[in-house]
């Protein structure tokens, strides 16, 4: 292996591997490699986003999302087709255009030319495809780019129109004249999914008004609305039949008026203060004249607030009341006003009383704009929401002001322009939704979700409510509805395909669009001479992207055979907000053609938004720009950080920069170092041993040490447990597996391992034992984090595959062919995922590791406490544990019991056996309040009481059986009783601490004597020449001398290095510190600096190793061995010639390997021996 840098620069790496797949066509190898095995399909779909824009984050994670599950799929056998899609039509382009040609009526593109207007369209809807390519890219996600669809396309619209054919023929389709929300600044209605998508809070005038009686002077009824606007167009009111309604005398006002009893609130709102109000005040405010329920006011007349229609043809059925169940008295006076151009209950009421008629035209003073229109002259050219004043004050004027108030509510907002909607009556094209409403949601059942609240939840009771959907849109950039109808409607053709519409018109056309077809006519079958033309709407784009499955393919012109071999969709992904959209129209549409859900699995991602809680703002800049993110942490930080968050259960995301900084601090850079940490010491072992290290398997089964069976098995459980949740969808399960074990791998085996895999503890061949072991699982970990974070695997993938046998296969196109095998495969990306091996699965060893980190965890805690600094040894660690295995007691006194010294730096461990626990620890008992609160009631405090009071022993006892009787109440220990341990031994010398759940104590003996302080200040001089070495940049194997300096009368370091020599030379390979004073007059100092030392300031100095002499040599023979290199030194005597006289100086006598052999040798330092 290649040596690696200290540091990695992500991103920039990331950029380079981005470079390598472009270059060596890795994306499109891979899915080679997955044909010619003849890998069967995983069938994806994509909703195809508007290319107006440019991504964001919310993009991000569902392209992320997508990635990482496709990738899984091709990595276990599976092949997908990934095409890149283009949402090109409707509202979001049309807008854009309208604020661009300042567009503000429908008039102004029939005189500029529909074929002008879509040639504008079709000019930016691909405008920022580069841009969208290079990100997506750049964030690792591959996708075909070449091969994409777009709306737009002939072939995807050709396939658009099918859909809609098989709907009329299936008699699904009608036309209605419906009330819709409709966005005034697109000037065309939306579907009420389209109005889910996007309320806000708003405040709106709230008028209470009068509608004198005819026939009863001075009376008056009163309504009650929040859209003044609609009051022109008010031609009845309406009433419940069975609400209780009075005349009252307002006595303030003086004046009379018919409401709901239940509502007198509306008039006098003291009453809705239950503080404030008294029964008896109600005498001051009104008196009750007379009592009536709704049905007896049905038919009466009242005079309108506007006179605006009252000469209409059938204003006869005009002003009265009528009455309807769906009136309520939460809200309001009890009386409705109605206008049915505005209202989808008014105009189903107004219908259903012949109020108004089937066909006719509606009182509708407002055109597709939302202007005012010259019917009603004071606010003509006005939009609605702004014509509220005026009409408030015309009201006040006409002395029909009862109240005037503000009201807070939640409003439905066009989810594209950004402005309120209106609800206004429409001739639209609609999908029988109602009539197959239970087969939806029928098949809604047959699908899996991810998280599955999101399916039985907002999805079940949207379904289950859900309304015919307008399909169509009086717009001009779309899919033409391919209906041509003769003028009297009587005669009425849908077309299926552009074969059909050549054969039926004479005329074969290239292209689809507005523009061109409705120059196309169609001769009368009826009645010859004639034509049909084509109707005027064009689809709505949500059904053009519900009928993405099969327009994709052309279907059913084209590749039937493969679509209906992948149908329905094994997995498709998007966010929160698609349940009113995608997912609903998918599933229309795949119900009325197939009778199938589009889709058997899906992830709902939920809203990414600014680090504020507020929804992510171009405008407001509350949220980094995501390249920026991207070059400056790299791509699998953010992916890796966006799906290990609660937004893969559907929750909402603050995006937090820092996360990101986080998921590189946390898991990358330990992971990095760790990898060139391996790479060190497969270096140092091969230049040691001579010998070039093959992996092996057998020697990794084969492995003895604790450790290495744990992390091993560790591994395996890892493998096994993302295949599992994989499976099953659960990214948010899977990613806090991989950052856990990443940990353990780096926090635990590495640190445990440290000194093994330098060969400083057992020598070469402990060394390659632990090496073999850690290579295994670097690689399988590799591969298994590949479709999570597809750079950094890469990375070690192409330093770990060279060690491979079959790596020499690569060479001549070996590595992009199959079959495909570590080492001989170019990327990572072209292996197939490991399988768990069910005979390196060792429960025993991951429970045993458990409990040495708990141990560890705590005994460090308890360090803390008191104080202690970990390079200063204590004397005993205790342990008690609470019903512990065999295995774990074993293990802890055993093989383990090294390695729980060695973290905690302390000379004895002592694990308590059960029958000695009551020594040093008291078992307390308490109940569990939430779930015996129901079950003992009033006998909660004396259980308490009981149970707190135990006795240790009488504790004991009471877990061994299981529980125990109280007043007749039989309580598990199990479930109903919460148990913990607490040290009690005696002394200052213990500190102590209990885990959370109370069922580990480790104690520390704090004792702190000579030895002890000693010790300590060893570890404090070796941490000081580890960072020397550091410091100047060496290697693992690089060795030095070190000396040390004290200042006169002060030898806390000699002292310290004369009790530990053991100690020092097993650390530095001999390299024992030595005063400063006995080095050669020629070493060389590499790096030197000051260290602190049990409280004194020493230099501390490392050198190149250096010959030493004997006391007494001339200046000369001291140069000739200054040049000497102690490494080559074989014990034979040397022969220089100085001033012509030959000298001959022996090894061991006259000069030896270093300065600790010379004075080992020369007995100068009595502590050397």
């Known amino acids: ?10 991103a920039k790496t990331e950029e380079e591997i981005c470079s390598k797949w472009s270059t060596e066509s890795t994306f499109k190898t891979q899915d080679a490699l997955g044909v010619e095995r003849g890998d069967k399909e995983y069938t994806f779909y994509d909703g195809p986003p508007f290319a107006t824009g ?26 997908v087709i990934r095409r890149a899609g283009w949402d090109c039509h409707g509202l979001p382009v049309e807008y854009e255009i309208d604020q661009k040609l300042g567009i503000t009526h429908r008039d102004q593109v029939l005189e500029m030319g529909v074929d002008k207007y879509n040639e504008t369209c079709r000019g930016i809807v691909t405008r920022y495809t580069k841009e969208w390519e290079r990100t997506v890219t750049r964030l690792g996600r591959w996708v075909d780019f070449e091969n994409d669809y777009k709306t737009m396309d002939p072939t995807f619209m050709e396939s658009v129109w099918w859909v809609f054919k098989e709907l009329f023929n299936k008699d699904l389709v009608y036309q209605g004249y419906k009330v819709m929300p409709f966005s005034t600044a697109c000037g065309t209605p939306l579907s009420n999914f389209e109005a889910g998508l996007n309320y806000k809070d708003v405040s709106d005038p709230a008028v209470v008004v009068s509608f004198p009686v005819v026939g009863m002077e001075g009376v008056s009824f009163v309504a009650w609305t929040t859209t003044p606007w609609t009051l022109p167009s008010n031609i009845a009111l309406c009433v419940h039949p069975t609400m209780e309604y009075i005349q009252i005398l307002d006595k303030k006002a003086d004046k009379r008026y018919i409401l709901s009893k239940s509502r007198l609130g509306q008039l006098f709102p003291i009453m809705n203060n239950k503080k404030k109000w008294k029964p008896k005040m109600a005498d001051e405010l009104y008196a009750i004249e007379e009592t009536f329920v709704g049905s007896d006011l049905v038919g009466k007349k009242y005079q309108p607030m506007f006179d605006y229609f009252v000469n209409d043809e059938d204003a006869g059925e005009y002003f009265r009341i009528l009455s309807d169940t769906y009136v309520t008295d939460d809200a309001g006076t009890g009386i409705v006003h109605q206008a049915p151009a505005f209202g989808e209950d008014d105009y189903r009421v107004c219908l259903a009383h012949g109020v108004i008629q089937k066909g006719k035209d509606l009182p509708c003073p407002v055109d597709s704009n939302g202007m005012f229109t010259e019917m009603v002259p004071e606010v003509k050219g006005l939009h609605v929401k702004k014509a509220d004043d005026t009409l408030i004050a015309l009201i006040k004027e006409k002395g029909r002001m009862v109240h005037k108030d503000q009201l807070q509510h939640s409003y439905p907002f066009c989810w594209r322009s950004d402005t309120p909607l209106i609800y206004k009556a429409v001739p639209s094209w609609f999908v029988k939704v109602e009539e197959i409403r239970d087969k939806i949601v029928e098949n809604n059942k047959k699908t899996y979700w991810v998280p599955n609240q999101v399916k039985e939840g907002r999805f079940h009771s949207w379904l289950t409510d859900a309304r015919d959907w307008a399909v169509s849109r009086n717009r001009f950039w779309g899919t033409p509805i391919p209906i041509w109808c003769s003028e009297s409607m009587d005669e009425v053709v849908c077309i299926g395909s552009v074969d059909e519409l050549a054969e039926l018109s004479g005329v074969r056309v290239t292209d689809l669009h507005k523009d061109v077809v409705d120059e196309i006519t169609i001769p009368s079958k009826k009645n010859p001479g004639t034509v049909l033309r084509r109707v005027d709407e064009v689809f709505d784009c949500w059904f053009e992207s519900g009928s993405m499955p099969y327009a994709q393919k052309h279907y059913p012109f084209e590749n039937k055979e493969s679509f209906e071999d992948g149908f329905p969709a094994d997995f498709i992904a998007e966010g929160l907000d698609q349940t009113r959209g995608w997912f609903y129209t998918l599933m229309v549409l795949s119900t009325a053609l197939f009778d199938k859900p589009a889709f058997k699995n899906l992830i709902v991602n939920g809203l990414v938004l600014a680090g504020d809680g507020k929804k992510m703002s171009k405008r407001l800049k509350n949220y980094p720009d995501p390249n920026l993110v991207i070059d400056k942490y790299g791509a699998d ?12 259960r559907a929750e909402s995301l603050k995006f937090q920069e820092p996360g990101v900084l986080g998921v590189v601090k946390e898991v990358f850079l330990p992971l990095y170092n760790a990898f060139r940490f391996f790479s060190q010491n497969l270096e140092r072992l091969e230049a040691n041993t001579g010998t070039k290290f093959v992996p092996s398997k057998d020697k990794v089964s084969a492995a003895t040490n604790p450790t290495d069976v744990w992390i091993s098995a560790a591994t395996q459980g890892l493998i096994k447990f993302v295949h599992e949740e994989m499976t099953a969808y659960r990214l948010y399960t899977v990613m806090p597996a991989l950052v856990s074990f990443v940990t353990q791998l780096t926090n635990w085996y590495v640190r445990l391992n440290r000194d093994r895999l330098k060969g400083l503890e ?5 060394s390659e034992a632990g090496l073999q ?3 295994d699982v670097l690689l399988d970990v590799t591969i298994l984090m590949a479709p999570f974070t597809p750079f950094i695997t890469e990375y070690f993938y192409q330093h770990l595959r060279k060690l491979q046998p079959s790596y020499a296969d690569a060479a001549n196109g070996g590595g992009s062919s199959n079959p495909v095998m570590p080492g001989k495969s170019d990327s990572v990306h072209f292996l197939t995922l490991p399988a768990y091996d069910d005979g390196r699965l060792n429960a025993d060893a991951v429970e045993a590791m458990e409990a040495l980190q708990v141990i560890v965890e705590s005994g460090r805690y308890v360090r803390e406490k008191r104080n202690i600094s970990l390079r200063t040894p204590v004397k005993c660690v205790t342990v008690i544990l609470r019903n512990p295995s065999a295995n774990v007691i074993e293990s802890l006194n055993g093989p383990l019991k090294g390695y729980i010294l060695s973290e905690l730096n302390a000379w004895d461990l002592v694990i308590v056996p059960k029958e000695e626990e009551h020594e040093w620890v008291t078992l307390s008992l308490t109940p569990n309040f939430n779930l015996l609160g129901r079950k003992l009631g009033k006998k909660m405090k004396d259980f308490k009481t009981h149970v707190t009071s135990m006795s240790h022993a009488d504790a004991v006892a009471c877990l061994e059986n299981g529980g125990l009787d109280f007043e007749g109440l039989a309580i598990s220990a199990k479930d109903e009783l919460v148990s913990k341990l607490a040290f009690s031994k005696e002394g200052e010398h213990w500190e102590s601490t209990s885990t959370p759940e109370g069922d580990v104590v480790v104690a520390v003996d704090c004792t702190q004597d000579e030895a002890i302080l000693s010790a300590g200040r060893s570890r404090e001089l070796i941490n000081a020449i580890q960072q020397l070495r550091k410091a100047a940049g060496l290697d693992l194997s690089d060795a030095v001398e070190v000396f040390f300096e004290e200042s006169a009368g002060i030898n806390v370091v000699e002292s310290a290095v004369s009790n530990n020599t053991n100690l020092f030379e097993a650390k530095f390979q001999g390299a024992i510190p030595v005063p400063k004073k006995f080095a050669p007059s020629w070493s060389v100092v590499l790096r030197s600096d000051s260290a602190d030392i049990g409280g004194s300031k020493v230099e501390v100095s490392i050198c190149r190793p250096a010959v030493a002499g004997r006391c007494g040599l001339s200046d000369e023979v001291g140069y000739f061995l200054s040049t000497l290199e102690p490494s080559n030194l074989d014990g034979s005597a040397l022969s220089i010639t100085v001033d012509g006289k030959d000298i001959s100086l022996s090894q061991g006598e006259d000069f030896w390997v270093n300065t600790v052999a010379k004075l080992r040798a020369t007995k100068a330092i009595s502590w050397l021996e």
């Open 1 to 10: 292996m290649a040596s690696l840098p200290p540091t990695l620069d992500f």
């Open 54 to 79: 440019l991504p964001h984050y919310g993009h991000i994670l569902a392209g992320t999302i997508k990635d990482v599950v496709t990738r899984y799929a091709v990595m276990t056998g599976r092949r």
């Open 637 to 648: 930080a953010l992916r890796m950080y966006l799906i290990n968050s609660p937004v893969v």
């Open 762 to 766: 057992g020598g070469e061949s402990e």
């Open 773 to 775: 072991v850690m290579y």
